[in-house]
């Protein structure tokens, strides 16, 4: 018998543990977000941007409605955590002081965190059209609310909430947003004379 070419088995492709892959998937849908908006995320964007398998983000997303849930998931937990912090590291500032420190997010939101602040913005709004989102967009501004409740009464807290709510969306979507004293001299509108 003449020698034969010696078979040589293929490697047995392992899967690769990544058990950080779901976030870093959701994560890559705030990306698309930012960049195309809501409208241009889709499982082929979010793979690209992850730099997984397209079957990666279907596995874990079925379809693009999971995918903007997962989205919202992690901006109101990453807003909820900022809102949270104000209270427990500052307990003893006066409401004019936390309408000072609004004003100044609020100012950051239309230049250095605008792209994140679009993001949040555009899936707050996505909550329209999409009930299965509300629950989450109510989440969002609720922890803006507990925040303001914690110097204020509860009426006044909602009533801070949606104003800053409302200046932000405005102040995205206008040619001049606001100024840091236009921002203060509407919030302090809202405290009981």
């Known amino acids: 018998m003449a020698d034969e070419p010696a078979v040589q088995a293929k490697p047995v492709r392992r899967r690769r543990f990544?058990?950080?892959?779901?976030?870093?998937i959701a994560e890559a849908a705030i990306q698309v977000i930012g960049e195309r908006g809501v409208e241009g995320l889709t499982h082929r964007a979010v793979a690209e941007a992850a730099d997984v398998?397209?079957?990666?983000?279907?596995?874990?997303?079925?379809?693009k409605e999971d995918l903007l849930q997962a989205a919202l998931e992690?901006?109101?937990a990453d807003y909820a955590a900022i809102m949270a912090a104000?209270?427990?590291s500052n307990p003893d500032l006066t409401?004019?002081?936390?309408?000072?420190?609004?004003?100044?997010?609020?100012?950051g939101c239309f230049t250095t965190e605008r792209t994140i602040t679009t993001v949040q913005l555009e899936l707050y709004v996505a909550a329209i059209r999409r009930p299965s989102l509300r629950p989450i967009a109510d989440r969002f501004i609720g922890a803006t609310r507990t925040m303001y409740a914690h110097y204020t009464d509860q009426p006044t807290a909602t009533l801070l909430a949606d104003a800053a709510q409302g200046i932000t969306l405005r102040?995205?979507?206008?040619?001049?947003?606001p100024t840091l004293d236009q921002i203060r001299d509407l919030l302090l509108?809202?405290?009981?004379r």
Do not use: F
Not at 171 to 177: D, I, L, W, Y
Not at 189 to 192: I, K, S
């Open 18 to 24: 990544d058990p950080h892959r779901r976030r870093r």
């Open 53 to 63: 398998p397209i079957a990666g983000t279907t596995y874990h997303y079925k379809d």
């Open 74 to 76: 992690i901006c109101v």
């Open 86 to 88: 104000i209270p427990s």
């Open 95 to 107: 409401i004019a002081d936390v309408i000072d420190q609004t004003a100044d997010a609020l100012i």
């Open 171 to 177: 102040g995205m979507a206008s040619a001049e947003p």
């Open 189 to 192: 509108r809202c405290l009981p």
